[in-house]
């Protein structure tokens, strides 16, 4: 773990009861404005043992931040200092928009969970473009991702991600599209085999020439099986770089929470079963034959090692550092270690997908 990151912590466990008092998007915010002057990090958590090749991408270590934490990139170079071995931002769409009314985040701390219906609140690609060149003169320790929706009152959603494509592709490691939000209404029905297929040929088009990134697909949690497979079938044939299994998920398993009937996503730990589950379902339709990325309730290493052995090349926290404090990623990739060692691998790449 890093001296930063467990100062940090530290540091965070002592304003936890403040931070908890206050409205969750505001503490939100506040964070973000703590976060943003710190200087950039130079190096990132890496080891022989956790560095991973994902889409000809190389990644210090396989613990990644989820988007929505930062979503207008106002942070994102500060974020390897506690551990992360890349950073995806957004979700960023063309035109900016507000976001559905407040309040819009809640914490279910008798549960380690949080609902959401934020609905793509960002200030719009341009602006963010601005601070992700900025970045980028100054260079990043880790690699970056950017994650692309659609503006909620757009008469052409595809036309959306074409547009965000082209925006920010130049900018990025690699691209996100993200298509299972609970937030946008209809927004998961691009989720359905041809209008999937119609989706991936305008960003396939879009791509710069000569310069064309990887694309990840954000899939949610709640797809049936049929469902799996076309996305599968889908992603092979238009050439998607990864799948990242998965987004918040609409349903409520048993929580004990007076905020469990907040309409938006779930996320946190009563996700984890969920995602873990699909993870394999996504694993099993694919044969292993493209890249998974396992979020969804990750907490500490060991759930994050039970992805990987599920069939994860790389995983991403976000809800969780609400409840365990910032130093989370740097916890849970030098627990990775450990646990490779214990059962006897090499590289926590070589325990991809080995099962239980």
Sequence with gaps: MTLFASLTDAAYALVRPIVHATDGEAAHNLTLSALEPLPRARTAL???????????????????????????????????????????????TPLPQEGNPRPRLF??????????????????????????KALRACGMAVPLGINIGANKDSDDRIADYAKGTAAMAPLADYLTVNISSPNTPGLRALQDKGALE??????????????????????????????????VAVALDKGL??????????????????????????????????????????????????????????ANAEQAWARIR???????????????????????????????????FTRVADAVGVGD
Aim: no cysteine.
């Design 198 to 231: 119609a989706l991936l040929d305008a960003v396939n088009a879009a791509q710069p020439a000569g310069g064309a990134k990887p694309v990840f697909l954000k899939v949610a949690p709640d797809l049936e099986p049929a469902d799996i497979d076309d996305v």
């Design 107 to 132: 914490r279910l701390v008798e549960d380690g969970a949080v609902i959401n219906r934020m609905g793509f609140n960002n200030g719009g690609q341009a602006a963010a473009a601005e601070r992700i």
């Design 46 to 92: 890496t080891s022989p043992i956790l560095k991973a090749e994902v889409a000809g991408l190389s990644f210090p270590n396989p613990v990644g931040l989820a988007p929505g934490f930062d979503k207008d990139a106002r942070a994102a170079a500060v974020m390897p200092r506690f551990g992360f071995g890349f950073v995806e931002v957004g979700t960023l």
């Design 241 to 298: 770089a990864a799948l990242i299994v998965s987004n918040t998920t609409i349903t409520r398993p048993s929580l004990r929470s007076p905020r469990a009937h907040e309409a938006g996503g779930l996320s946190g730990a009563p996700l984890h079963d969920l995602a873990l589950q699909r993870l394999k379902d996504f694993r099993a339709a694919s044969g292993g034959a493209i890249p998974l990325i396992g979020v969804g309730g990750i």
């Design 310 to 344: 599920a069939g994860a090349s790389l995983v991403q926290i976000y809800s969780a550092m609400v409840f365990a404090g910032p130093g989370l990623a740097a916890r849970i990739a030098r627990g990775l270690e450990d646990l490779a060692v214990r059962d006897g």
